[in-house]
């Protein structure tokens, strides 16, 4: 088993006013030649907006590119003619293709969001566009693995053009848990979202990101605070 542990701390940091951002990877004005990508998987931000902020219309092409809120919600619109809000709770996927245009907006004018903008690179290039938004069920992620993001089309998950799977986790107290990976020859990254624990040997806390190679099953225990956390299986080559 290969791990590469990435503490909160270490993460890039920017400060805009309006946006307040964490990278786990090399982003913007963030560059880490040791912390480009874990395989498949290219960005991983942890971004805050302001009430009435947001990201104007800007493009993007051929990255599958995945919002989870954590806290409040956000306004999403493109040029595929999608108006929608992305809920606390929901996952929504856009897999840009040969090129999407899309602003993202918090709408409120009294509190903040919280969300996660991942991407992962595609199989292939130059797909159709598409977008694709579900709600998140919260009682199967508890003490349980909840696969909210696969290759193929599945109830109460998204699905993008890459053999990657999403399962968040939300564990009790001193819980022990198995993750058993999809495929030979994949990663998991790990990115706790609350609480703390152990992943295999490797001691984590809040917004702590742990990356594990050449392994089949990681055991996770959780702490006295319990532990919720992502898990995102991609390939690593």
């Known amino acids: 088993m290969k791990t590469t542990f990435h503490p909160a701390a270490s993460r890039g940091h920017a400060n805009h006013g309006w946006l307040n951002t964490h990278h786990t990877f090399s982003f913007a004005g963030f560059h880490d030649p040791?912390?480009?990508?874990?395989?498949?998987?290219?960005?991983?931000?942890?971004d805050e907006v302001a009430a009435g902020r947001g990201f104007g219309s800007h493009p993007h092409d051929n990255m599958e590119i995945v919002s989870i809120p954590l806290v409040g919600d956000l306004e999403h619109r493109d040029n595929m003619g999608n108006t929608t809000v992305i809920w606390e709770g929901d996952i929504q996927?856009?897999?840009?293709?040969?090129?999407?245009?899309?602003?993202?907006k918090n709408g409120n004018t009294d509190r903040e969001v919280k969300f996660l903008?991942?991407?992962?690179?595609?199989d292939r290039r130059n797909v159709t566009p598409r977008y694709q938004q579900v709600a998140m069920n919260p009682q199967d992620e508890v003490n349980a693995w909840n696969q909210v993001l696969g290759p193929e089309p599945r109830e109460g998950a998204v699905w993008i053009h890459q053999d990657a799977y999403f399962s968040i986790g939300r564990f009790d107290p001193t819980t022990t848990a198995s993750y058993v990976l999809q495929r030979e020859g994949h990663g998991v990254y790990f990115f706790v979202l609350e609480g703390g624990g152990h992943i295999g040997a490797q001691a984590v806390g809040r917004?702590?990101?742990?990356?594990?190679?050449?392994?089949?099953?990681?055991?996770?225990?959780?702490?006295?605070?319990?532990m919720r956390v992502l898990a995102m299986e991609v390939p690593m080559s």
């Open 93 to 104: 996927v856009m897999s840009a293709g040969t090129g999407v245009v899309h602003s993202e």
């Open 34 to 46: 040791e912390r480009m990508r874990f395989g498949a998987l290219r960005v991983l931000n942890d």
């Open 117 to 122: 903008q991942i991407w992962v690179f595609p």
């Open 207 to 226: 917004r702590d990101g742990l990356g594990v190679e050449a392994a089949t099953t990681i055991e996770l225990t959780a702490g006295r605070e319990g």
